[in-house]
């Protein structure tokens, strides 16, 4: 059973196609990272599937319940990290933390603590007189101090330093060990590539590319730096070989995956003297996306 599911999920705000179609869907256990440029679309899913807003066509599950029909119960299992956080000014941050604890029927004042302790949180503080980080801080102890069978974070690191960057990764990974699932929001390439087991890119409300990173990883090309003692004959025109540049230190190109085999014995007939490659990224990927876009012309922002 899919812990999130949607299908053919859309919403039109009049004439304006906000989401166009999305499919989406997170197993249990899993970290699923939905990515795309500010105004992709991304919180207006989110905002679905929190109940928040109504789908205009296309459906939307968690926990096998619809969305709309079931907002209060599926709250009770959900924990929800916006990127821009509002707190009531007049409360110190520990009372907004045991308040949205309590809300979800948890007190778990031992985890509570400890996050506190290691986002470097001041609770006694009012919320008025916090940074935008430390309402993010807020935000995410009280997400993490809750026991959730999902967490749905919206760009939940907005506004944190490197560090504190670190302690959120650590618990996205305890949550996941627990069994828990998370749906992971964000334009952060590497925070998504480190967390998450499947993504999702979101252009102009669709969804353009979705599977697991491994998976994905086949579509993108892989850097190669080669040193040899003969020149490589017609690299230049050779299939699967892109951006080829000669420097002092070799010669430097990309490599389509799905070629690498043919492409590295042809290479080897010079005499490799010196090799280094490195891995596609999850930015590869997404930018040969935006290069197609502008290659097959193809307008509109995002």
């Known amino acids: 059973m899919s812990i999130l599911k949607t299908e053919g999920l859309t919403k039109k705000f009049g004439k304006f196609t ?17 990515i795309g440029p500010n105004g992709a679309g991304k919180s ?4 679905i599937l929190l109940g928040i807003l109504k789908a205009t066509d296309g459906r939307a599950e968690i926990f096998g319940e619809d969305v709309w029909k079931q907002a209060v119960e599926l709250h009770k299992r959900i924990a929800y990290v916006p ?24 007190n778990n004042k031992n985890k509570r603590e400890e996050l506190i302790e290691k986002f470097k949180l001041d609770p006694t503080k009012k919320c008025r007189t916090y940074s935008k980080g430390n309402r993010q801080k807020v935000a995410l102890v009280s997400a993490f ?9 919206d760009e939940p690191t907005s506004g944190l330093d490197p560090l504190m960057e670190q302690v959120f990764q650590e618990m996205v990974k305890d949550v996941k060990k ?7 929001s964000s334009h952060i390439l590497s925070e998504v590539e480190k967390l998450c087991d499947s993504v999702g890119i979101i252009r102009e409300g669709k969804i353009i590319e979705s599977g697991s990173l491994e998976a994905m990883r086949h579509l993108t090309r892989t850097h190669i730096l080669v040193k040899t003692k003969n020149s490589i004959p017609s690299l230049e025109n050779y299939q699967g070989v892109h951006e080829v540049e000669r420097t002092e230190q070799g ?23 010196k090799l280094e490659s490195a891995p596609p990224t999850l930015e590869d990927l997404f ?12 307008g509109g922002e995002s």
């Open 18 to 34: 906000a989401l166009d179609g999305i499919n989406i869907e997170v197993k249990p256990g899993e970290v699923y990272g939905f």
């Open 44 to 47: 207006t899913t989110i905002r």
């Open 83 to 106: 990127g821009d956080v509002n707190l009531w000014p007049n409360l110190t941050g520990g009372e907004v933390i045991d308040l949205f604890t309590k809300l979800r029927g948890g």
């Open 145 to 153: 101090s809750s026991d959730a069978d999902l967490y749905i974070l």
């Open 178 to 184: 627990e069994g828990k699932s998370v749906l992971l």
């Open 251 to 273: 010669i430097s190109m990309q490599v389509d995956t799905e070629e690498m085999d043919a492409v590295m014995k042809h290479i080897s007939e010079s005499g490799i003297l």
């Open 287 to 298: 930018m040969r996306h935006y290069e197609h876009k502008a290659e097959t012309g193809a």
